[in-house]
T-cell receptor, first 111, second 108 residues
Framework: EAGVTQSPTHLIKTRGQQATLRCSPISGHTSVYWYQQALGLGLQFLLWYDEGEERNRGNFPPRFSGRQFPNYSSELNVNALELEDSALYLC??????????FGQGTRLTVV | QKEVEQNSGPLSVPEGAIASLNCTYSDRGSQSFFWYRQYSGKSPELIMFIYSNGDKEDGRFTAQLNKASQYVSLLIRDSQPSDSATYLCAVIKNDMRFGAGTRLTVKP
């Protein structure tokens, strides 16, 4: 069974640009979580999607947004990139309010 | 008050010893509790989950939950150098929130 896949693995953007990160959940999982992990820090909750709807978002500015598609895949968009947005972005999928499984992450570097 | 709190460590134990990792959470409505392990440069991997008060054992790992005290712990018996990693506590009420993690070093 395929795990959670994220693309791209690495992404380099210039300050002010937009970044789009993608996540394909494990088959049968309807929930997708997005987290930001800056270097040496913990996982900061960004967004939670379930059954195609945004269920909750963390304490991030509106330029962080996303969506979940009918096939439960998801994308995270970051507009007007700032240097401090450089981090590992992790996606996790879950079949419900239970254990979540992570993808390998997308390393975003803003220069 | 943070939603999920862990001692950042580092926690250092000798090989073969018991490592004890602790976590507290603020929301009494929290329903499910998880421990993840994260090696440097890698994504977190699930070690254990626990939903009910008491102990749950899986091999060398034991998770303990005390909802009255809002406390979750992870014991690692016979610690090995390969257990050296950051251990993340996670809690679900609606969405899943993580603590900052405890860095564990097991010395040969």
């Amino acid at each position: 069974e395929a795990g959670v896949t994220q693309s791209p693995t690495h992404l380099i953007k210039t300050r002010g640009q937009q970044a789009t990160l993608r996540c394909s959940p494990i088959s049968g999982h309807t929930s997708v979580y997005w987290y930001q992990q800056a270097l040496g820090l913990g996982l900061q909750f960004l967004l939670w999607y379930d059954e195609g709807e945004e269920r909750n978002r963390g304490n991030f500015p509106p330029r962080f947004s996303g969506r979940q598609f009918p096939n439960y895949s998801s994308e995270l968009n970051v507009n007007a990139l700032e240097l401090e947005d450089s981090a590992l972005y992790l996606c996790a999928s879950s079949p419900g309010p239970s254990e979540a499984f992570f993808g390998q992450g997308t390393r975003l570097t803003v220069v | 008050q943070k939603e999920v709190e862990q001692n950042s460590g580092p926690l250092s134990v000798p090989e073969g010893a018991i490592a004890s990792l602790n976590c507290t959470y603020s929301d009494r409505g929290s329903q499910s509790f998880f421990w993840y392990r994260q090696y440097s440069g890698k994504s977190p991997e699930l070690i254990m989950f626990i939903y009910s008060n008491g102990d749950k054992e899986d091999g060398r790992f034991t998770a303990q939950l005390n909802k009255a005290s809002q406390y979750v712990s992870l014991l690692i018996r016979d610690s090995q150098p390969s257990d050296s990693a950051t251990y993340l506590c996670a809690v679900i009420k609606n969405d899943m929130r993580f603590g900052a993690g405890t860095r564990l070093t097991v010395k040969p």
